[in-house]
């Protein structure tokens, strides 16, 4: 009997064991279904808050696609307006600058014509005008001397004739 009271103590024991486990299961079933109706009542309450705003969201991309859009083709085009201005102002920048180059070695060659002339013309004026009056300042200096020495002579001579005159008259 010992053989078959161990078998029937082990029968005993298995037994209780697989009811423990089905007790065991059975929690772990109306757990599991417990939270799944929380969740599924969690994910309804979501849903629900969430559906308005998701269609509000959208309808305002709905609305705005068209202008998102527009507003898109608009910068390119302005875009490409730009960069054509921005050429044509360097275009213009550019001539703009080789035309004051050009002007500034127009003015240069001017001014350097104007000094060269400038210098020719005072040389001219130096030698036909300014040394040939210098002679004659030169000579009227002279004549003026000789005319003078000529005056300062006679006066000489008319004081010493009166004053030997007078020394006849005085004697």
């Known amino acids: 009997m010992t053989s078959n009271g161990t078998i029937l103590a082990f029968v005993i024991v298995a037994a209780v064991a697989i009811v423990v486990q089905m007790a065991v299961v059975i929690a772990l079933y109306w757990a599991m279904r417990q939270s799944s109706a929380r969740m599924e009542s969690l994910a ?3 849903e629900q ?8 969201t959208r309808s305002i991309l709905e609305d705005a696609q068209p202008k998102i859009a527009e507003i898109t083709a608009n910068l390119a085009e302005s875009t490409a307006m730009v960069r054509d201005n921005v050429a044509h102002v ?3 920048t550019g001539e703009i600058v080789d035309r004051a180059r050009i002007q500034a070695e127009n003015v240069d060659e001017f001014v350097s014509n104007t000094l060269s002339k400038l210098e020719l013309t005072t040389d001219l004026v130096q030698n036909s005008v300014i040394s040939p009056i210098r002679r004659i300042h030169a000579i009227v200096q002279a004549v003026s001397a000789g005319v003078g020495f000529l005056r300062a ?10 004053s030997s ?3 006849e008259m005085f004697i």
């Open 165 to 167: 005159a007078d020394e």
């Open 90 to 92: 360097a275009e213009v």
């Open 44 to 46: 309804a309450r979501l």
């Open 49 to 56: 808050q969430t559906s308005p705003i998701l269609v509000t």
């Open 153 to 162: 002579s006679r006066s000489r001579k008319k004081a010493d004739g009166n």
